[in-house]
């Protein structure tokens, strides 16, 4: 993702890699901070496979460069948002780095098409905490941080499918989720067997 990160930052104009990083860290730095550890060498690798190239920028002072998207490194860009890999659609920080740079996709048809994975994903029940094979709902956890974590993770699926499904321009299912809490809501874990 730091990759995608890099060329989608680079496909809206050259950068400085001081500049690159304060962006790719503004981004990603909340939750996965990036350290020079990981970005120069992933500068590095892009660089190898002709991907970015790095001119020496004087007007800055030594040891400056500024940084630009090549053709392949475009191509391979838009590439990785069209088919991004499953751990990038469930994965919720990995789909925001797709996320970020979804709109240099020039086809709404493939936009589209990874949203409706994510929505897809979003619809399939799915908790932290099960009972054997079965996803424990937020009434059934009696821990009152385990609940949390299950009620915070319903309410941020529900607004996301909700925002999903108007950039879709898909009506939101008969069930208004976003008023109501019932068993039926696909994300909230499963209610038990009866």
Same mark, same amino acid.
């Given at each position: 993702?730091?990759? /995608? %990160?890099? *060329?989608?930052? @680079?496909?809206?104009?050259?950068?400085?890699?001081?500049? &690159? !990083? =304060? #962006?790719?860290?503004? +981004?990603?730095?909340?939750?996965?901070?990036?350290?020079?550890?990981?970005?120069?060498?992933?500068?590095?690798?892009?660089?190898?496979?002709?991907?970015?190239?790095?001119?020496?920028?004087?007007?800055?002072?030594?040891?400056?460069?500024?940084?630009?998207?090549?053709?392949?490194?475009?191509?391979?860009?838009?590439?990785?948002?069209?088919?991004?890999?499953?751990?990038?659609?469930?994965?919720?920080?990995?789909?925001?780095?797709? /996320? %970020?740079? *979804?709109?240099? @996709?020039?086809?709404?048809?493939?936009?589209?098409?990874? &949203? !409706? =994975? #994510?929505?897809?994903? +979003?619809?399939?029940?799915?908790?932290?905490f099960y009972d054997n094979d079965r996803p424990l709902r937020a009434e059934?956890?009696?821990?009152?941080?385990?609940?949390?974590?299950?009620?915070?993770?319903?309410?941020?699926?529900?607004?996301?499918?909700?925002?999903?499904?108007?950039?879709?321009?898909?009506?939101?299912?008969?069930?208004?989720?976003?008023?109501?809490?019932?068993?039926?809501?696909?994300?909230?874990?499963?209610?038990?067997?009866?």
């Amino acid at each position: 993702m730091l990759e /995608l %990160a890099i *060329l989608g930052f @680079l496909a809206e104009g050259p950068l400085p890699g001081h500049e &690159l !990083r =304060r #962006r790719v860290s503004q +981004l990603t730095g909340y939750t996965r901070p990036v350290s020079d550890g990981s970005l120069y060498p992933a500068i590095n690798r892009l660089t190898k496979a002709g991907l970015i190239e790095r001119r020496a920028d004087p007007a800055a002072g030594a040891a400056r460069y500024v940084l630009s998207l090549t053709p392949a490194g475009r191509a391979d860009m838009l590439q990785r948002l069209r088919q991004p890999a499953d751990h990038e659609i469930t994965d919720f920080t990995r789909f925001y780095i797709v /996320l %970020a740079f *979804l709109s240099h @996709l020039p086809d709404a048809a493939e936009q589209h098409a990874v &949203l !409706r =994975r #994510r929505l897809e994903f +979003l619809e399939e029940p799915a908790s932290f905490f099960y009972d054997n094979d079965r996803p424990l709902r937020a009434e059934e956890i009696a821990d009152p941080y385990r609940r949390g974590m299950l009620l915070t993770a319903r309410a941020t699926s529900r607004a996301e499918r909700t925002w999903l499904r108007e950039t879709l321009g898909e009506k939101p299912p008969a069930f208004d989720f976003d008023t109501t809490v019932t068993d039926n809501d696909p994300h909230a874990p499963a209610a038990p067997a009866s």
